[in-house]
């Protein structure tokens, strides 16, 4: 467990365990998100290695009918 700023924590662990690929769940969310920036986004804008951002399905999103 770490505290800190998240982006920034997921980088340096990965540096610490010399990992080959930071692998991430992201919500895909939109609107100020995108704008801002979310974790995801900000761990592959700064990590010095490989990251695979993995998200749902749009189906997975929809409500059920």
């Known amino acids: 467990m770490r505290t800190g700023v998240p982006w920034q924590a997921i ?3 990965a540096r610490e ?6 692998i991430l769940g992201s919500h895909g969310y939109g609107g100020f998100d995108r704008l ?3 974790t995801a986004a900000k761990v592959v804008n ?6 695979m ?10 409500p059920p009918r």
Do not use: F, N
């Not at 700064?46 to 990251?51: C, K």
């Not at 749902?56 to 929809?62: E, G, H, L, N």
């Open 11 to 13: 980088c340096e662990a």
């Open 17 to 22: 365990q010399e990992a080959e690929l930071i």
């Open 36 to 38: 801002l920036g979310t």
């Open 46 to 51: 700064h990590a010095d290695r490989s990251v």
């Open 53 to 62: 951002v993995v998200r749902q399905p749009d189906s997975a999103k929809a």
